[in-house]
């Protein structure tokens, strides 16, 4: 099974900050690696799919890349509505799909 | 307007079994394949299960195998999942999701709001 880390785990940071979160495969998953922000008690919403695609909708401070193992979801002026937790998820075994555990970013 | 619905959370007890709807409107359902995600209070998502379109192929999470089953019905727009023998460690919020599947990449989106299934006695 392909095993998906992210570090932090939290982080606190201020509006106007730039914000890198990242997520590691256990092997390679070429582009195959999405992202997604959820706010509490609110279903996970899309923000990044194949790595560096932005979904539709998305402001475009968020931007993400990578391949292989690793991979980056960045924020690049954070804002007020951002504070959430992102979840990255690999579709490269799609007999298993697996997300990270999730990094929380609040408020400095 | 994409929307999916969920029904049919509640509290039950271990060993007991539950049966989740996922009410699907505003696209083509029967050109999709849709997942059940899942979320233990406090934790973090973890896939549970998915189903072609046409429900030929079916595949489940290790931890789930042989007790729940996904199924739909196109004809209803509507996605499904039979839960049997549940544990506390199912007590969870379930979510339905739409796959969307572009040059070999799939995602998921959008995220039904979520029903609440509590394992206990």
């Known amino acids: 099974d392909i095993q998906m880390t992210q570090s932090p785990s939290s982080l606190s940071a201020s509006v106007g900050d730039r914000v890198t979160i990242t997520c590691r495969a256990s092997q390679s998953i070429s582009s195959y690696l999405n992202w997604y922000q959820q706010k509490p008690g609110k279903a996970p919403k899309l923000l990044i799919y194949?790595?560096?695609s932005l979904q539709s909708g998305v402001p475009s401070r968020f931007s993400g890349s990578g391949s292989g193992t690793d991979f980056t979801l960045t924020i690049s002026s954070l804002q007020p509505e951002d504070f959430a937790t992102y979840y990255c998820q690999q579709s490269y075994s799609t007999l298993l799909f697996t997300f990270g555990p999730g990094t929380k970013v609040d408020i400095k | 307007e994409v929307q999916l619905v969920e029904s049919g959370g509640g509290l039950v007890k271990p060993g007991g079994s539950l049966r989740l709807s996922c009410a699907a409107s505003?696209?083509?359902?029967?050109?999709?394949?849709m997942n059940w995600v899942r979320q233990a209070p406090g934790k973090g998502l973890e896939w549970v299960s998915s189903i072609s379109s046409s429900s030929s192929y079916i595949y489940y999470a290790d931890s789930v195998k042989g007790r729940f089953t996904i199924s739909r019905d196109n004809a209803k727009n509507s996605l499904y999942l039979q839960m049997n023998s549940l544990r506390a460690e199912d007590t969870a919020v379930y979510y339905c999701a739409r796959d969307i599947n572009w040059n070999f990449s799939r995602w998921f989106d959008p995220w039904g709001q979520g029903t609440l299934v509590t394992v206990s006695s």
């Open positions: 505003g696209f083509t359902f029967s050109s999709y394949s």
């Open positions: 194949a790595a560096s």
